[in-house]
């Protein structure tokens, strides 16, 4: 999950700031969305939530996440959490290649998703 969540990361500090001279422009971000592949678009993926949703349901299928575990709720959760990382320092102007992530956050994520993992 270290390397899920450490791709959610990067993936956002390089995408988010490509971002940053369209929110005013809702239908080109549409567009981005559906190019994404939040609605069948052409470029396929679905973007993290789906991507990481996709993975917990293997994981759960192989007996190494909880049955009674979520999938796309935590993809939410986690996804959020990355947001929460970059997003404000792209509204705030910090170039996305400046964007670091604080000390012990991975960890912090990695941690709590252990919760996820089957009871002994």
């Known amino acids: 999950m270290r390397t899920l969540i450490e791709y959610g990361l990067a993936t956002l500090n390089r995408v988010?700031?490509?971002f940053a001279g369209v929110f005013g422009h809702p239908k080109v971000l549409a567009r981005f969305h559906e190019l994404a592949g939040h609605s069948?678009?052409?470029l396929g993926g679905g973007g993290l939530p789906?991507?990481?949703?996709?993975?917990?349901?293997?994981?759960?299928?192989l007996g190494r996440v909880r049955?009674?575990?979520n999938p796309e709720a935590t993809a939410s959760l986690v996804v959020g959490a990355c947001h929460d990382v970059t997003l404000p320092r792209l509204f705030?102007?910090?170039p996305g290649n400046d964007?670091?992530?604080?000390?012990?956050?991975?960890?912090?994520l990695v941690t709590i998703l252990h919760?996820?993992?089957p009871r002994p």
């Open 16 to 18: 988010l700031p490509v």
């Open 92 to 94: 705030h102007g910090v």
């Open 115 to 117: 919760g996820i993992a």
């Open 40 to 42: 069948g678009g052409v």
């Open 99 to 108: 964007i670091a992530v604080p000390t012990g956050f991975v960890d912090g």
């Open 50 to 61: 789906i991507t990481f949703a996709a993975y917990l349901g293997g994981e759960q299928e």
């Open 67 to 69: 049955s009674d575990v």
